[in-house]
Structure formats: C-alpha cells, structure tokens
C-alpha cells in the first residue's frame, strides 16, 4: 500500500457514518414510527422508514439496491486508494459519499429499510424525508461536481 493515499480520508469516513447511525439509534429510541416533531414553520423531525432508495424510488428492490452500493463503496475505496492525501477536496467529498452510503447501506442490511427522519416542507411543497447519511452523499456529489468543473476550467 502506498504511504500517501487518499485512505487516510477513511477516518472522515467513520466519522460520518458514526454521525448517521447515532443520529438514527436516537431515532428509533425516542419516536415512534409516523410520529413528527415540529422545530421550525418548515422543518420537523419525523421518523419514516424507506425501503427504496431516494425518493422512494426502486422501493423493495432491497438486493439490488444493496449490491449497487457494495459496487460504489468499493469504487470510491479505489479512487482513495488511487488519490494522493493531498488531494483534499476530492477526498473529502469521496470521503462523504462513502460514509453516507454505508450509513444506509447498514440500514437497509441491519433494518431492512433505511431510517429516514429530516421532514422540510414551505407550504403546500413537501421534500421526501432524508437523513444525515443522504446530506453526507448530496453535498459530496456537489463538492466533486465542483472540484471536477474547477479543475476542468484551469484546462481550458
């Protein structure tokens, strides 16, 4: 194994999947499935269970759902492997990705399902219910769109 590698970035990994399946054991210990907590006029907790992927698409498709994260799991440890430590940004947002994605992917083995329970709504516009696994994966999507349309741009 090489001694600069992006696998250093595995530490924000553990991290980040310690913050999605904590956040979801206090979940499923204080609330009852359905059960919904206001905190803001357009954000409340609310405990559901989803047994699709996003948006509840592919729902109970639960084995193939599982391998495809098994493929990009192991994608982004090959890419880490393949990155140097320095390459922050990239690792950074591969690092989120992946501890998102074994955040659900825990659940969907462990539960069946994957615990869903940040509720944002503006009136009538209802957001399906996500998790701090699904925040971790959307925002490092975003970072390495941005790193790639970055690094793309000092190309041209």
């Known amino acids: 194994m090489k001694k600069d590698n992006g696998l250093y970035w595995l530490l924000f990994v553990i991290i980040v999947f310690i913050i ?10 204080n ?3 359905f059960e919904s907590v206001n905190f803001l006029p357009f954000f409340s907790i609310t405990y ?10 592919f729902e109970g498709q639960r ?6 994260a098994l493929i990009i799991c192991a994608v982004i440890v090959r890419m880490l492997y393949r ?10 947002s591969l690092s989120m990705i992946l501890g ?3 955040g659900n992917l ?25 998790n701090i696994a699904d925040c971790a994966i959307c925002v490092g999507i975003g970072l390495f769109i941005f790193r790639n349309y970055k690094k793309t741009k000092k190309t041209v």
Not at 20 to 29: E, G, L, P, Q, R
Not at 63 to 68: E, F, K
Not at 108 to 122: A, C, K, P, S
């Open 63 to 68: 084995m193939m759902l599982t391998a495809i």
């Open 31 to 33: 609330f009852s499935l």
């Open 83 to 92: 990155n140097n430590r320095q390459q922050k940004l990239e690792n950074l």
């Open 106 to 130: 825990f659940d969907r083995l462990y539960h069946g399902f994957v615990i869903d329970f940040l509720d944002v709504n503006f009136g009538n516009w209802h957001y399906p219910t996500f």
């Open 20 to 29: 999605d399946i904590a956040s979801k054991f206090w979940i499923i210990n």
């Open 48 to 57: 559901v269970r989803n047994i699709g992927a996003a948006f509840s698409i």
């Open 100 to 102: 998102g994605a074994l």
